[in-house]
């Protein structure tokens, strides 16, 4: 089955700098790629999603980049704020309807 | 957007007890559900897929007598936690997709049990 290994698995930064996660999947067939953002004690929220037929994908502050190849795809978030402060998760997802795989998230903490 | 409706929020229950928890989509049909389960500060680890109609499929590991799965309708799962144990106590989150292929995972908003 799938295996999707996160890191880094704390990550703290001063606000206004960037912040990068990496995630590795062992699937080739996997194709859809999406990231979560949970806050304490609450559900995971989609914050971006990328489909295999897409190198790339931004959405204000947030980007995400995917390398079939190397089958590894990164979050971007640009211009950090204090609430971007949370645990975020990556997932990989095989075709067709079946369930995602997750990361073991990363905590991001975002100093003011 | 998707929503999905998860009840309760929070349970305490004692030793020995069942525990059901319903996962409904509002707005959309889903022939498929996944049931996740949380431990603090860990991952989301899925432990079965809800098949409408049909039997549940259980991960590896993940008891089907202890952990039973019902979907007899598109919009509704329940899963019951039977004679709980304190090491049941977690975070259980159902999610469902839209009905096309690569759609988005909406969560539930999760249902923290503790058993006492």
């Known amino acids: 089955g799938e295996n999707v290994e996160q890191h880094p698995s704390t990550l703290s930064v001063q606000e206004g700098d960037s912040a990068v996660i990496k995630c590795t999947y062992s699937?080739?067939?996997?194709?859809?790629f999406p990231w979560y953002k949970q806050e304490l004690g609450k559900r995971p929220q989609l914050i971006i999603d990328i489909r295999s037929n897409v190198g790339e994908k931004k959405d204000q502050r947030i980007a995400v980049t995917l390398n079939k190849t190397a089958k590894h795809f990164s979050l971007h978030i640009t211009e950090t704020q204090p609430e971007d402060s949370a645990v975020y998760f990556c997932?990989?997802?095989?075709?067709?309807?079946?369930?995602?795989?997750f990361g073991s998230g990363t905590r991001l903490q975002v100093q003011p | 957007g998707a929503v999905v409706s998860q009840h309760p929020s929070r349970v305490i229950c004692k030793s020995g007890t069942s525990v059901k928890i319903e996962c409904r989509s509002l707005d959309f049909q889903a022939t498929t559900m996944f049931w996740y389960r949380q431990f603090p500060k860990q991952s989301l680890m899925l432990m079965a897929t809800s098949n409408e109609g049909s039997k549940a499929t259980y991960e590896q590991g993940v008891e089907k007598d202890k952990f039973l799965i019902n979907h007899a309708s598109l919009t509704l799962s329940t899963l019951t936690v039977t004679s709980a144990h304190p090491e049941d106590s977690s975070f259980y989150i159902c999610s469902a997709r839209e009905g096309r292929e690569n759609s988005p995972l909406h969560f539930g908003n999760g249902t923290r049990l503790t058993v006492t």
């Open positions: 699937d080739s067939a996997s194709n859809y």
């Open positions: 997932a990989a997802g095989p075709p067709g309807r079946r369930a995602l795989t």
